[in-house]
């Protein structure tokens, strides 16, 4: 059975996130430094795609893959999920494939997936009732 029935199950997710990282002093102090980076994230499995944006300290994510993005990475809203809430180790996803950078900066990548969401992932889970 699929995590998401669709994007907007996706979508309420990574958005719950986000507000959570916001509500965060300690995360914020994580990306305070970050001057410009775009991650995208290609979901094929449920035909979406999301940007984060971190510019100047500040975060935001927008749907569909930006164009000036520095990274795209390419996985199922599956894999994603268990990525961020911990149950699939991030070597083991890009040795097997199950990962695939489509374009990519690794500077601006490493910045991008350091970001403290993990226990965010699973705080949002939980409120939306999805499977830990």
């Known amino acids: 059975m699929a995590i998401f029935k669709n994007s907007d199950d996706f979508w309420n997710l990574v958005s719950r996130v986000l507000?959570?990282?916001?509500?965060?002093?300690?995360?914020?102090?994580?990306?305070?430094?970050?001057?410009?980076?775009?991650?995208?994230?290609?979901?094929?499995?449920?035909?979406f795609g999301y940007t984060t944006i971190i510019t100047n300290g500040k975060i935001s994510i927008s749907k569909g893959i930006d164009e000036e993005t520095h990274v795209i990475i390419k996985m199922t809203s599956e894999d994603f999920y268990n990525l961020n809430i911990g149950k699939l180790d991030s070597m083991k996803a890009l040795i097997s494939n199950a990962v695939t950078i489509e374009k990519g900066d690794m500077k601006k990548m490493v910045q991008a997936t350091n970001l403290p969401t993990s226990q965010f992932y699973k705080l949002a889970a939980k409120e939306l009732g999805l499977p830990l």
């Open 19 to 47: 507000e959570m990282l916001k509500e965060d002093e300690k995360a914020l102090k994580s990306i305070e430094n970050i001057v410009d980076v775009k991650v995208a994230y290609n979901l094929p499995d449920i035909n």
